[in-house]
């Protein structure tokens, strides 16, 4: 069984938020996974497999609910996988994904005031 995880794309250390500069290239990282999420088929995408009871789906468990080709839900599939957020786990010939709920919420860190962000982990 190969299991290929999350690309690793590093997330800036600083928020955009956060009352200081973003770096550049922190700049451009983040850009890059929020470009990911910037597709409404992309969207759904994580929401079917977030919602999947087994927490995973293979293609063949999302081309019908998108109403999208093979080839274009596996493309899609790979900008995410490559944004970091899904993992790719390859079993026999088929290949399943799950979301990376640690991607997920570094990316809701850091764009959450951080006055909020203090209020929020307090309400917890």
């Known amino acids: 069984m190969e299991d ?11 928020s955009p938020l956060a009352g200081e500069p973003i770096k550049r290239a922190d700049a451009e990282r983040l850009a890059g996974v929020l470009k990911a999420f910037a597709d409404p088929a992309r ?3 994580l929401s079917l497999i977030q919602s999947n ?25 790979r900008i ?3 944004a970091g ?26 764009l959450t005031p951080p006055r909020k962000r203090a209020t929020k982990k307090a309400a917890r």
């Not at 290929?4 to 600083?14: D, E, H, N």
Request: no cysteine; charged share 20%.
């Open 43 to 45: 969207l759904r995408l």
């Open 85 to 110: 957020l899904l993992e790719r786990e390859k079993r026999g010939v088929w290949a399943y994904y799950r979301l990376v709920p640690s991607a997920i919420a570094d990316i809701a860190d850091l």
């Open 80 to 82: 995410l996988t490559e």
């Open 4 to 14: 290929v995880g999350p690309a690793k794309t590093a997330m800036p250390v600083v």
């Open 53 to 77: 009871p087994a927490g995973e789906a293979s293609v063949t468990d999302l081309t019908e609910p998108l109403g999208l080709s093979q080839p274009t839900v596996s493309h899609h599939l």
